[in-house]
């Protein structure tokens, strides 16, 4: 625990040197908000590490994240707005609060009581006026959908079973059907909203995160469009001057090979 504390303790030292009168001009310039892209971004990178169980490339990764929270707090420090140990007493503070069933007498049966009694004791810190309230509007949007649903429902607000689920797609399909037929744009853009948050909701009692569903089939999008420019390539073709008929062709080929 000692070895944690002192690496820890390093970080914080170097950062605080790269940010002094006589540190780094790039990292002095920075503010909380010109950093903000590139927190994301390597967030998007420990996510895509995980993904691909690249445990090396995670370890780097988690490693630029940390530098991220110790870089805000540094700053914060500097504002006298909050400090580093304030940043990590409370959330210590928080887990032990959140965990009743742990650090106190509470007791669970399953991990729907423990997210039940999070929600509560969440709203009874006074922090949220409403149950949705703490969902990033920045999230990626199917990401969300998927927060805003389990929310609610960790409340009652869901179906009772997932026939029901399924019947709310078919019903929003066929309400996109309808918008369709009657071209107004607008109308569509709604329904076709309607339709992807009622997919999200399957995916949620599946227990499938959409989000990584989704980077699954882009990236397999991805695999499969480059073998066909590589086969078209070795074809002395390119796919702009290919038939679509051709390019799918190859493209189930290139499927039944994977």
């Known amino acids: 625990m000692n070895q944690y504390k002192e690496q820890f303790v390093a970080l914080v030292e170097i950062m605080k040197k790269l940010r002094a009168p006589n540190g780094c001009p790039w990292d002095r310039k920075q503010t909380p908000q010109s950093i903000t892209p590139f927190l994301l971004e390597e967030t998007h990178e420990v996510i895509e590490c995980v993904d691909n169980h690249d445990w090396d490339g995670l370890k780097e990764e988690l490693g630029d994240l940390l530098l991220h929270v110790v870089f805000q707090s540094v700053m914060a420090c500097e504002a006298e707005r909050f400090t ?5 007493s409370g959330i210590n503070e928080k887990l032990i609060r959140r965990h009743p069933h742990i650090f106190g007498k509470a007791e669970v049966a399953d ?3 423990v997210r039940k009694n999070w ?3 969440k709203m009874a810190e006074g922090k949220k006026e409403g149950r949705l309230d703490g969902v990033p509007k920045a999230l990626p949007s199917l990401t969300r959908s998927a927060r805003l649903q389990s ?12 026939e029901d689920v399924k019947a709310k797609i078919d019903e929003e399909w066929q309400e996109f059907h309808e918008a369709v037929e009657q071209g107004e ?24 995160d959409p989000e990584k569903a989704l980077r699954r089939t882009i990236e397999k999008f991805i695999m499969r469009f480059r073998a066909i420019e590589e086969e078209l390539k070795q074809r002395g073709k390119k796919p702009e001057n290919s038939t679509l008929e051709e390019m799918d062709s190859i493209w189930e080929q290139v499927k039944k090979q994977l």
């Open 84 to 88: 580093l140990e304030q940043v990590l």
């Open 111 to 113: 991990e729907h009581e």
């Open 119 to 121: 929600e509560s004791i």
């Open 151 to 162: 929310k609610a429902a960790s409340v009652g607000f869901d179906w009772h079973k997932i």
């Open 185 to 208: 744009f607008d109308q569509m853009e709604e329904e076709f909203g309607d339709l992807l948050f009622s997919l999200v909701n399957l995916a949620r009692w599946m227990k499938i």
